[in-house]
Protein backbone atom coordinates (compact mmCIF):
# COMPACT_ATOMS: atom_id res chain seq x y z
CA UNK A 1 0.00 0.00 0.00
CA UNK A 2 1.57 3.60 -0.89
CA UNK A 3 1.55 5.53 1.87
CA UNK A 4 0.54 8.47 -0.67
CA UNK A 5 -2.39 7.47 -0.75
CA UNK A 6 -3.36 7.25 2.63
CA UNK A 7 -2.30 10.68 3.66
CA UNK A 8 -4.20 12.21 0.94
CA UNK A 9 -4.30 15.69 0.99
CA UNK A 10 -6.92 18.21 -0.13
CA UNK A 11 -5.46 18.62 -3.63
CA UNK A 12 -4.80 15.50 -5.65
CA UNK A 13 -1.62 14.82 -6.93
CA UNK A 14 -0.21 12.24 -9.66
CA UNK A 15 0.87 9.73 -6.95
CA UNK A 16 -3.57 9.71 -6.20
CA UNK A 17 -4.10 8.29 -9.64
CA UNK A 18 -0.57 6.94 -10.94
CA UNK A 19 -1.42 3.38 -11.88
CA UNK A 20 -5.04 3.64 -12.16
CA UNK A 21 -7.43 4.03 -14.72
CA UNK A 22 -8.28 8.04 -15.64
CA UNK A 23 -9.94 9.30 -13.02
CA UNK A 24 -13.40 11.00 -14.40
CA UNK A 25 -14.00 13.97 -12.12
CA UNK A 26 -17.31 16.10 -13.23
CA UNK A 27 -16.84 19.53 -11.93
CA UNK A 28 -19.09 21.06 -8.98
CA UNK A 29 -17.01 24.21 -8.80
CA UNK A 30 -13.93 26.51 -8.71
CA UNK A 31 -11.78 29.22 -6.91
CA UNK A 32 -8.69 30.66 -6.36
CA UNK A 33 -5.88 29.48 -3.86
CA UNK A 34 -2.34 30.17 -2.50
CA UNK A 35 0.11 27.48 -2.42
CA UNK A 36 2.96 28.63 -1.05
CA UNK A 37 6.65 28.37 -2.95
CA UNK A 38 10.05 27.07 -1.94
CA UNK A 39 11.57 30.64 -1.80
CA UNK A 40 8.93 31.75 0.39
CA UNK A 41 6.41 33.37 -1.95
CA UNK A 42 3.05 31.98 -2.61
CA UNK A 43 1.54 31.29 -6.27
CA UNK A 44 -2.40 31.82 -6.96
CA UNK A 45 -3.98 29.30 -9.25
CA UNK A 46 -7.37 28.40 -9.75
CA UNK A 47 -8.60 24.86 -8.76
CA UNK A 48 -11.62 22.74 -9.23
CA UNK A 49 -13.88 20.40 -7.42
CA UNK A 50 -15.52 17.31 -8.34
CA UNK A 51 -18.83 16.30 -7.44
CA UNK A 52 -17.34 12.56 -7.22
CA UNK A 53 -14.00 13.54 -5.46
CA UNK A 54 -13.23 15.08 -1.72
CA UNK A 55 -10.11 16.08 -3.42
CA UNK A 56 -9.46 19.53 -5.84
CA UNK A 57 -6.90 19.39 -8.66
CA UNK A 58 -4.62 22.48 -8.84
CA UNK A 59 -4.93 23.42 -12.44
CA UNK A 60 -1.55 24.79 -14.16
CA UNK A 61 -2.07 26.88 -17.47
CA UNK A 62 -1.49 23.88 -19.43
CA UNK A 63 -4.25 21.96 -17.74
CA UNK A 64 -6.56 25.02 -17.44
CA UNK A 65 -6.09 25.66 -21.21
CA UNK A 66 -6.57 22.33 -22.18
CA UNK A 67 -9.79 22.12 -20.39
CA UNK A 68 -10.98 25.11 -21.88
CA UNK A 69 -10.14 23.73 -25.27
CA UNK A 70 -12.31 20.69 -24.40
CA UNK A 71 -15.69 22.30 -23.06
CA UNK A 72 -15.53 25.27 -25.63
CA UNK A 73 -15.38 28.12 -23.33
CA UNK A 74 -12.37 29.45 -21.03
CA UNK A 75 -15.00 31.14 -18.51
CA UNK A 76 -14.45 28.36 -15.49
CA UNK A 77 -18.52 28.93 -14.66
CA UNK A 78 -19.10 27.26 -18.00
CA UNK A 79 -17.16 24.12 -17.22
CA UNK A 80 -19.74 23.23 -13.89
CA UNK A 81 -21.12 19.66 -15.01
CA UNK A 82 -19.01 19.10 -17.66
CA UNK A 83 -17.05 15.53 -17.04
CA UNK A 84 -13.30 15.56 -17.76
CA UNK A 85 -10.60 12.63 -17.67
CA UNK A 86 -7.32 13.08 -15.93
CA UNK A 87 -4.04 10.79 -15.40
CA UNK A 88 -0.64 10.75 -14.36
CA UNK A 89 2.31 11.13 -16.37
CA UNK A 90 5.94 12.56 -16.66
CA UNK A 91 6.65 16.31 -17.50
CA UNK A 92 10.13 18.33 -17.33
CA UNK A 93 9.82 20.58 -14.27
CA UNK A 94 12.97 22.98 -14.36
CA UNK A 95 15.03 20.39 -16.21
CA UNK A 96 14.32 17.41 -13.98
CA UNK A 97 11.08 14.82 -14.67
CA UNK A 98 8.53 14.49 -12.44
CA UNK A 99 5.53 13.01 -11.93
CA UNK A 100 2.26 15.06 -13.19
CA UNK A 101 -1.43 15.18 -13.70
CA UNK A 102 -2.82 15.49 -17.35
CA UNK A 103 -6.41 16.09 -18.81
CA UNK A 104 -7.50 13.35 -21.73
CA UNK A 105 -7.73 14.92 -24.84
CA UNK A 106 -11.31 14.11 -25.03
CA UNK A 107 -14.46 14.35 -22.85
CA UNK A 108 -15.06 11.06 -21.07
CA UNK A 109 -18.19 9.12 -22.96
CA UNK A 110 -21.47 8.74 -20.92
CA UNK A 111 -20.14 4.51 -19.65
CA UNK A 112 -17.01 6.00 -18.18
CA UNK A 113 -18.55 9.38 -15.82
CA UNK A 114 -18.65 7.06 -12.88
CA UNK A 115 -15.18 6.69 -11.91
CA UNK A 116 -14.34 7.64 -8.46
CA UNK A 117 -11.10 7.82 -7.10
CA UNK A 118 -11.44 4.17 -4.99
CA UNK A 119 -10.74 5.47 -1.60
Do not use: H
Not at 17 to 45: C, Q
Not at 63 to 84: C, E, Q, R, Y
Not at 86 to 113: H, K, M, N, Q
Amino acid sequence: MNIDKIFAGEYMKAADIKGLPDFNGTISGFDIAEFPRKDGGVDRKPYISFSNSDQKIALNQTNAKFIAKLIGSPNMTDWVGNTVGFYATITDFGGEAVDCIRVRPELPTAATTTDDIPF
